[in-house]
């Protein structure tokens, strides 16, 4: 089946500074890409939607300054975390979803900030 | 309000009992749904979708449309189904997908 790659798996940085999460799907094309926030024993929570070569359309609540999205192509979405705080340590999920409407899921990328 | 809910936190049954994992849903137009699974330590990964009427390892989900439903089954529950269950929501013409709050389900030996 299709696969979605995420880097890094896990990251632990400063407060303060900012954080670069890649999502690729290294052998479809993916129409749109999601990216999810997973608190512990809690569901996926959907934090913006990004198509290819467009601004991302953001959730309610969700900063778009502080979590800027860049889809550059149609295999890579980035999500950087911008001057991060404790609060912002969770686990980030990104999917893509192809042109069947079948959404596939990174592993998740690890975030903690100190 | 587009919306899924299942209502069940964890599902404990015993191996080889049947089980039902309980999906309703809330959406003004035409949905697609799915049922995912995350192993543990693993990726969500799809289980099934109403449109394609598979089977997958046993489980399979009837939309109901009249209930607004989309209730995972399976007759005779194995330990390695043990797993979080969501189930999720999508419209037409890209839709975002919507997910519910997650049954985990736990098989008992």
């Known amino acids: 089946g299709a696969v979605v790659s995420q880097h890094p798996s896990w990251v632990i940085c400063k407060s303060g500074t900012s954080v670069k999460i890649e999502c690729r799907s290294l052998?479809?094309?993916?129409?749109?890409m999601f990216w999810y926030r997973q608190f512990p024993k809690q569901s996926l929570m959907l934090m913006a939607t990004?198509?290819?070569?467009?601004?991302?359309?953001?959730e309610q609540g969700v900063e778009k300054d502080k979590f800027l999205i860049n889809h550059a192509s149609l295999t890579l979405s980035t999500l950087t975390v911008t001057s991060a705080h404790p609060e912002d340590s969770s686990f980030y999920i990104c999917?893509?979803?192809?042109?069947?409407?079948?959404?596939?899921f990174g592993p998740g990328t690890r975030l903690t900030v100190l | 309000a587009q919306r899924v809910t299942q209502p069940e936190k964890l599902l404990s049954v015993f191996k080889g009992a049947p089980v039902e994992l309980k999906c309703n849903y809330s959406?003004?137009?035409?949905?697609?749904l799915f049922w995912y699974v995350q192993y543990s330590r693993q990726r969500l990964q799809l289980l099934l979708r109403?449109?394609s009427r598979e089977s997958i390892k046993g489980f399979t989900a009837d939309l109901n449309k009249g209930e607004t439903s989309f209730h995972l089954k399976k007759p005779f529950a194995q330990e390695e189904d043990s797993a979080m269950y969501y189930c999720?929501?999508?419209?037409?013409?890209?839709?975002?997908?919507?997910f519910g709050a997650g049954t985990r389900l736990f098989v008992k030996a």
């Open positions: 109403h449109i």
């Open positions: 990004s198509n290819e070569g467009s601004k991302a359309t953001y």
């Open positions: 999720a929501l999508s419209g037409t013409g890209g839709f975002k997908t919507i």
């Open positions: 052998d479809f094309q993916a129409t749109t």
């Open positions: 999917s893509a979803r192809d042109r069947g409407n079948e959404q596939f």
């Open positions: 959406y003004s137009g035409s949905p697609e």
